[in-house]
Nanobody, 123 residues
Framework: QVQLVESGGGLVQAGDSLGLSCAASGRSLSRYFMAWFRQAPGKEREFVVRISPSGGSTAYADSVKGRFTISRDNAKNTVYLRMNSVKPEDTGVYYC????????????????WGQGTQVTVSS
């Protein structure tokens, strides 16, 4: 059984930096695309960024492009999200996802999900 566990969320001020991690267990996810999604209160879950199995290809939502960086370590079965210059609109629960065989921005493409970690950005 695959488990994804996110960590690193918290309360930060606008302009600060924050790093999230997502560690997978149960099986190697090195063959799958991995992604981060987020969900703000009262809103639908939205795509943030995804990374290819090799880590050589990434795609970002326009809202985070230039500020967030995704990376992965297949040896550790872990994906990371570095968030710089955070804004209040980055507030939400951040979810790690995997299991996609294509580079999709759709939640339905991902089989495995973490429980999420809260990120709150104060102005």
């Amino acid at each position: 059984q695959v488990q994804l566990v996110e960590s690193g969320g918290g309360l930060v001020q606008a302009g600060d930096s924050l790093g999230l991690s997502c560690a997978a267990s149960g099986r190697s996810l090195s063959r799958y695309f991995m992604a981060w999604f987020r969900q703000a209160p009262g809103k639908e879950r939205e795509f943030v960024v995804r990374i290819s199995p090799s880590g050589g290809s990434t795609a970002y939502a326009d809202s985070v492009k230039g500020r967030f960086t995704i990376s992965r370590d297949n040896a550790k079965n872990t994906v990371y999200l570095r968030m710089n210059s955070v804004k209040p609109e980055d507030t939400g629960v951040y979810y790690c996802a995997s299991g996609a065989s294509i580079g999709s921005i759709m939640t339905s493409s991902y089989y495995y999900w973490g429980q999420g970690t809260q990120v709150t950005v104060s102005s």
